[in-house]
């Protein structure tokens, strides 16, 4: 009726090259990789199998034909490996499981001919057997005489087909193949020590530590949730998982997540203790934490009422994110960790919060959220799928269905006649493919309650109502059924989820960690005495004397500045380049200067013509006004020209008129066109005095450049003080709020910019006096500079020359024969031309060569002295932020240097963040340290 293994005989296997079992069994050999179990077959080495656990034909996974005693996993299996099916890609053994087991032993590891009887099947070890229904392996290989073929595999209770664990384990390669698969090494899971956690087991409890601990507030952790409506069964289906009666009486309902953390033990035990996520303040706000043994295990689910009921009371909320953690051990127990979510409602009834129901989805789109977690979908398969709210929610962040596992309770209510629809559903028929499948579980039903039917006794009634009730008993497929299936596949399917993210949580939990300390440091310490206040306040106003001084002009500053935003020296650089530009493209400074439009005198074959500039041909140095043409209407192919634009075309420039023809213009070179001084005639005579004219007015020169300098250069130079008082403000305050010790005093912080900011002010307006001082100097002409008398002298000269050396390049360029009177006549016309001019002309031409002599120079003075007289804001600022500093008492630094409520607050949360991510890493090095490879 069973079957059994020897410890001897597996350590035989394990630990020597070739022996021979100690107890008078078969014998066994071990070589290199190959390696093989002994089927006990005589009943006195019964008494010597290891028994680690006893199930009862009543709770066996195997029903009524279940063997008497469990397999020893000794030293080559997880302590916590499953007396249940798994999938492959759940197997303990990692990727390398043999996709096919059974008993057919090779010749050198079992006597031939040997055969087994299990479950009614049999199987020939001689001819290497068939694969039973159910089957049991630990170690295949392909032949005696290839020993590296030697395979790990462990199977237990898995159908001949296991479809649902190959779709199992393809659903879940998909949905996690973007994270990191490390391979683990089958000798890296084995701990030297006999009370540590062997295989996946050690990671499942790190991923435990690692939520106890609260690093899940952090970091998303895979886990498998409960989900489901209220009603829908879902507190007896974790019941029969976890075989633990949990509260569900109607003055106590689910309000806050239930860890249910089982491991799979010889004895039972269990630990239900708080993990707070929003600790409240008060007093008596821990929970005791409670053990429950053999000898009081019928008081478990009241001590778990007890913890839900003391979150419930201490927070003083309807439902909390505060998790009930149960921590239980022993032969019931699958490996396996499970969330309990409190129930979707959509009222509420008296006494009850109008909030209720939104707190609820509030709690559960929390885990909804999370990628790494498991939806176990439960619904009651008597109500239309389409009503389902868990199942509308999960596909809302599932949509592929990647994560999502519907289960099917109730099974029992159907109504007559819609088991087809239901069959449908549960083979995936009626919806969009879920890609881990449905399951469908039997719980006690309100008459099994009523007469006080134990859980183990509901499950077997359960595995007899799928065995023997159409439509199900016809299904195939097995493993979608009862809960003990239910709790192989969540046990596969976790031990997967925990490999496939180990490493990636790991990098996610560092670079948190250094995330949150990067910006607890940038907080800075809080100073709570006097004494440090002092200390701190002294050294900000060292820092600001010392980083914003005379250096800030020269850009060493590199608080100041990053790699999008320029120096406060580089800014005030182009900002003076501006200054220098706009008033030079003023009429004082630019008086000689020629452009499109300025007015002037052009002499045309010994004429003076006056009119303005309508063309400037730079390359060939030559100007053109619209009265002198060379041709008029010419009758030309451009048809896109508008009437009255100037264009250029082969060295030719064309002036475009109305009717639709063009007139060629005439080119005067550079050195025959000057300024019209018409502007200065007409000043002339409107403030001519009673005294004889024939002297420059130098009354009238005086007005002209202070009008000019008012009018022109006084915005310009107050626009430059107005811009460094900004540069200069800007730069403090940035300067401040890059200093760490303010960073969680906004007091301070906010003092020491407002300061800065008056301060600046009141540079900037004693500044402008001096700016306003200089330019009052300047609106009376006056200068020893030597420039202005020779370029006097140069410009009361400069046209009559270029005029008279025009002529006689002019003569010399269309006489074969030039003769001295031709040239001599020329010239004096020129000369007697120039004599015929008025008093005016001469004396307009006369003041207009001395406002463009004076104007050089006067510009020279403006663009040097007036950004020289605007720096000093940015000079004088440091020494005297300082000694405002310097002035402040003991009481306001007692004010300044205090830290408010939400800054401490802050403090205290990355504080946190950092002490859990440290002690989240911390388990890792501790699970590497016990021999896991990682």
Request: glycine share 6%; hydrophobic share 35%.
């Given at each position: 009726?069973?079957?059994?293994?020897?410890?001897?005989q597996?350590?035989?296997?394990?630990?020597?090259?070739?022996?021979?079992?100690?107890?008078?069994?078969?014998?066994?050999?071990?070589?290199?990789?190959?390696?093989?179990?002994?089927?006990?077959?005589?009943?006195?080495?019964?008494?010597?199998i290891?028994?680690?656990?006893?199930?009862?034909?009543?709770?066996?996974?195997?029903?009524?034909?279940?063997?008497?005693?469990a397999?020893?996993?000794?030293?080559?299996?997880?302590?916590?490996?499953?007396?249940?099916?798994l999938p492959?890609?759940?197997?303990?053994?990692?990727?390398?499981?043999?996709?096919?087991?059974?008993?057919?032993?090779?010749?050198?590891?079992?006597?031939?001919?040997?055969?087994?009887?299990?479950?009614?099947?049999?199987?020939?070890?001689?001819?290497?057997?068939?694969?039973?229904?159910?089957?049991?392996?630990?170690?295949?290989?392909?032949?005696?005489?290839?020993?590296?073929?030697?395979?790990?595999?462990f199977?237990?209770?898995?159908?001949?087909?296991?479809?649902?664990?190959?779709?199992?384990?393809?659903?879940?390669?998909?949905f996690?193949?973007?994270?990191?698969?490390?391979?683990?090494?089958?000798?890296?899971?084995?701990?030297?020590?006999?009370?540590?956690?062997?295989?996946?087991?050690?990671?499942?409890?790190?991923?435990?530590?690692?939520?106890?601990?609260?690093?899940?507030?952090?970091?998303?952790?895979?886990?498998?949730?409960?989900?489901?409506?209220?009603?829908?069964?879902k507190?007896?289906?974790?019941?029969?998982?976890?075989?633990?009666?949990?509260?569900?009486?109607?003055?106590?309902?689910?309000?806050?997540?239930?860890?249910?953390?089982?491991?799979?033990?010889?004895?039972r035990?269990?630990?239900?203790?708080?993990?707070?996520?929003?600790?409240?303040?008060?007093?008596?706000?821990?929970?005791?934490?409670?053990?429950?043994?053999?000898?009081?295990?019928?008081?478990?689910?009241?001590?778990?009422?007890?913890?839900?009921?003391?979150?419930?009371?201490?927070?003083?909320?309807?439902?909390?994110?505060?998790?009930?953690?149960?921590?239980?051990k022993?032969?019931?127990?699958?490996?396996?960790t499970?969330?309990?979510?409190?129930?979707?409602?959509?009222?509420?009834?008296?006494?009850?919060?109008?909030?209720?129901?939104?707190?609820?989805r509030?709690?559960?789109?929390?885990?909804?959220?999370?990628?790494?977690?498991?939806?176990?979908?439960?619904?009651p398969?008597?109500?239309?799928?389409?009503?389902?709210?868990?199942?509308?929610?999960?596909?809302?962040?599932?949509?592929?269905?990647?994560?999502?596992?519907?289960?099917?309770?109730?099974?029992?209510?159907?109504?007559?006649?819609?088991?087809?629809?239901?069959?449908?559903?549960?083979?995936?028929?009626?919806?969009?493919?879920?890609?881990?499948?449905?399951?469908?579980?039997?719980a006690?039903?309100?008459k099994?309650?009523?007469?006080?039917?134990?859980?183990?006794?509901?499950?077997?009634?359960?595995?007899?109502?799928?065995?023997?009730?159409?439509?199900?008993?016809?299904?195939?497929?097995?493993?979608?059924?009862?809960?003990?299936?239910?709790r192989?596949?969540?046990?596969?399917?976790?031990?997967?989820?925990?490999?496939?993210?180990?490493?990636?949580?790991i990098?996610?939990?560092?670079?948190?960690?250094?995330?949150?300390?990067?910006?607890?440091?940038a907080?800075?310490?809080?100073?709570?005495?006097?004494?440090?206040?002092?200390?701190?306040?002294?050294?900000?106003?060292?820092?600001?004397?010392?980083?914003?001084?005379?250096?800030?002009?020269?850009?060493?500053?590199s608080?100041?500045?990053?790699?999008?935003?320029?120096?406060?020296?580089?800014?005030?650089?182009l900002?003076?380049?501006?200054?220098?530009?706009?008033?030079?493209?003023?009429?004082?400074?630019?008086?000689?200067?020629?452009?499109?439009?300025?007015?002037?005198?052009?002499?045309v074959?010994?004429?003076?013509?006056?009119?303005?500039?309508?063309?400037?041909?730079?390359?060939?140095?030559?100007?053109?006004?619209?009265?002198?043409?060379?041709?008029?209407?010419?009758?030309?192919?451009?048809?896109?020209?508008?009437?009255g634009?100037?264009?250029?075309?082969?060295?030719?420039?064309?002036?475009?008129r109305?009717?639709?023809?063009?007139?060629?213009?005439?080119?005067?070179?550079?050195?025959?066109?000057?300024?019209?001084?018409?502007?200065?005639?007409?000043?002339?005579?409107?403030?001519?005095?009673?005294?004889?004219?024939?002297?420059?007015?130098?009354?009238?020169?005086?007005?002209?450049?202070?009008?000019?300098?008012?009018?022109?250069?006084?915005?310009?130079?107050?626009?430059?003080?107005?811009?460094?008082?900004?540069?200069?403000?800007?730069?403090?305050?940035?300067?401040?709020?890059?200093?760490?010790?303010?960073?969680?005093?906004?007091s301070?912080?906010?003092?020491?910019?407002?300061?800065?900011?008056?301060?600046?002010?009141?540079?900037?307006?004693?500044?402008?006096?001096?700016?306003?001082?200089?330019?009052?100097?300047?609106?009376?002409?006056?200068?020893?500079?030597?420039?202005?008398?020779?370029?006097?002298?140069?410009?009361?000269?400069?046209?009559?020359?270029?005029?008279?050396?025009?002529?006689?390049?002019?003569?010399?360029?269309?006489?074969?024969?030039?003769?001295?009177?031709?040239?001599?006549?020329?010239?004096?016309?020129?000369?007697?031309?120039?004599?015929k001019?008025s008093?005016?002309?001469?004396?307009?031409?006369?003041?207009?060569?001395?406002?463009?002599?004076?104007?050089?120079?006067?510009?020279?003075?403006?663009?040097?002295?007036?950004?020289?007289?605007?720096?000093?804001?940015?000079?004088?600022?440091?020494k005297?932020?300082?000694?405002?500093?310097?002035?402040?008492?003991?009481?306001?630094?007692?004010?300044?240097?205090?830290?408010?409520?939400?800054?401490?607050?802050?403090?205290?949360?990355?504080?946190?963040?950092?002490?859990?991510?440290?002690?989240?890493?911390?388990?890792?090095?501790?699970?590497?340290?016990?021999?896991?490879?990682?």
């Amino acid at each position: 009726q069973g079957f059994g293994v020897t410890q001897p005989q597996v350590n035989t296997m394990m630990h020597s090259d070739e022996k021979k079992s100690k107890n008078g069994g078969d014998r066994a050999a071990v070589k290199g990789n190959n390696a093989g179990f002994v089927l006990a077959s005589n009943k006195e080495e019964l008494p010597s199998i290891r028994k680690p656990f006893d199930r009862g034909k009543s709770a066996s996974p195997f029903g009524s034909s279940a063997p008497t005693y469990a397999p020893p996993f000794g030293s080559i299996a997880p302590k916590s490996a499953p007396p249940f099916a798994l999938p492959k890609s759940a197997s303990p053994f990692g990727p390398s499981a043999p996709k096919s087991f059974g008993f057919g032993p090779s010749s050198d590891i079992a006597p031939a001919g040997g055969g087994v009887s299990f479950g009614g099947a049999s199987a020939s070890a001689a001819s290497g057997g068939t694969t039973p229904p159910l089957k049991f392996s630990f170690w295949t290989t392909t032949s005696a005489a290839d020993k590296s073929s030697a395979a790990a595999a462990f199977s237990f209770g898995v159908p001949s087909t296991p479809t649902s664990a190959k779709s199992t384990a393809a659903s879940l390669d998909n949905f996690f193949s973007k994270g990191s698969r490390k391979k683990i090494s089958r000798a890296s899971l084995k701990n030297k020590s006999t009370d540590s956690l062997e295989g996946y087991e050690q990671f499942r409890s790190f991923m435990d530590k690692l939520a106890e601990s609260g690093v899940d507030d952090y970091i998303d952790l895979p886990m498998i949730a409960v989900m489901g409506d209220t009603s829908s069964g879902k507190s007896s289906l974790l019941s029969n998982i976890s075989l633990v009666e949990l509260p569900s009486s109607d003055t106590l309902t689910t309000r806050c997540p239930i860890r249910l953390q089982m491991r799979n033990a010889n004895t039972r035990t269990a630990c239900v203790k708080v993990v707070w996520k929003d600790r409240p303040e008060g007093d008596n706000v821990d929970f005791a934490e409670r053990t429950v043994g053999e000898e009081n295990w019928n008081e478990i689910t009241n001590v778990i009422a007890e913890a839900q009921g003391h979150i419930i009371e201490k927070s003083g909320k309807e439902v909390a994110r505060d998790i009930v953690c149960v921590d239980m051990k022993g032969p019931h127990c699958e490996n396996l960790t499970l969330i309990d979510l409190p129930g979707i409602v959509c009222s509420t009834g008296k006494g009850e919060s109008n909030t209720l129901a939104e707190d609820i989805r509030a709690l559960m789109q929390d885990y909804l959220n999370n990628e790494r977690c498991v939806i176990l979908a439960v619904h009651p398969s008597n109500v239309d799928f389409h009503n389902s709210q868990i199942l509308a929610e999960a596909k809302k962040v599932d949509p592929k269905t990647l994560r999502t596992i519907p289960v099917l309770t109730k099974p029992d209510l159907i109504d007559e006649g819609a088991e087809t629809n239901v069959k449908d559903l549960l083979l995936g028929n009626k919806t969009d493919k879920f890609e881990m499948g449905f399951h469908m579980v039997k719980a006690r039903g309100q008459k099994d309650l009523n007469e006080d039917v134990s859980i183990e006794e509901g499950l077997t009634k359960e595995e007899a109502f799928f065995r023997n009730k159409e439509p199900w008993r016809n299904i195939d497929d097995k493993s979608k059924f009862g809960t003990k299936s239910l709790r192989v596949k969540l046990a596969g399917l976790q031990m997967k989820i925990i490999h496939a993210s180990f490493e990636s949580i790991i990098s996610e939990m560092k670079d948190r960690r250094d995330e949150a300390a990067l910006d607890l440091k940038a907080l800075g310490d809080i100073p709570s005495t006097l004494l440090e206040k002092r200390a701190l306040f002294r050294n900000v106003r060292d820092s600001m004397r010392e980083g914003l001084g005379a250096e800030s002009l020269n850009g060493r500053i590199s608080q100041l500045h990053s790699s999008d935003a320029k120096r406060p020296s580089a800014e005030f650089y182009l900002a003076s380049q501006r200054f220098q530009d706009e008033l030079n493209s003023s009429k004082l400074a630019n008086i000689s200067s020629i452009q499109v439009g300025t007015n002037v005198i052009a002499i045309v074959n010994g004429k003076e013509v006056r009119d303005n500039v309508c063309f400037i041909d730079d390359k060939n140095g030559n100007f053109y006004i619209k009265k002198e043409v060379i041709e008029n209407h010419v009758w030309e192919n451009w048809k896109t020209m508008k009437p009255g634009s100037i264009f250029k075309s082969t060295n030719k420039v064309y002036f475009a008129r109305m009717d639709g023809t063009f007139d060629q213009l005439k080119p005067i070179p550079r050195k025959l066109v000057r300024i019209d001084p018409h502007w200065i005639s007409e000043l002339i005579e409107q403030n001519r005095r009673s005294s004889l004219p024939i002297f420059l007015d130098p009354s009238l020169f005086d007005a002209i450049v202070a009008n000019q300098i008012e009018k022109e250069w006084t915005n310009p130079s107050l626009k430059l003080l107005d811009f460094t008082a900004i540069l200069m403000e800007t730069a403090s305050e940035k300067f401040i709020n890059s200093i760490n010790m303010t960073k969680s005093l906004p007091s301070l912080t906010e003092y020491l910019v407002r300061k800065s900011s008056e301060l600046v002010e009141s540079i900037k307006q004693d500044t402008k006096e001096e700016v306003l001082k200089f330019i009052e100097r300047e609106r009376t002409p006056y200068t020893q500079n030597h420039y202005l008398f020779e370029n006097l002298s140069k410009v009361r000269t400069q046209c009559l020359m270029d005029e008279v050396l025009s002529s006689v390049v002019t003569h010399c360029e269309t006489e074969k024969k030039v003769s001295t009177d031709d040239l001599t006549s020329a010239i004096q016309h020129i000369f007697e031309r120039n004599q015929k001019r008025s008093i005016d002309d001469h004396m307009a031409e006369e003041m207009q060569n001395a406002l463009d002599s004076y104007g050089k120079v006067a510009f020279k003075r403006f663009v040097d002295t007036v950004p020289m007289i605007c720096a000093e804001v940015m000079k004088r600022f440091p020494k005297m932020i300082n000694d405002i500093l310097s002035d402040v008492t003991d009481n306001e630094i007692e004010q300044l240097v205090a830290a408010p409520p939400s800054a401490i607050t802050n403090m205290n949360a990355l504080k946190k963040e950092v002490e859990t991510l440290e002690k989240g890493i911390n388990t890792v090095k501790g699970l590497s340290k016990s021999g896991v490879n990682i």
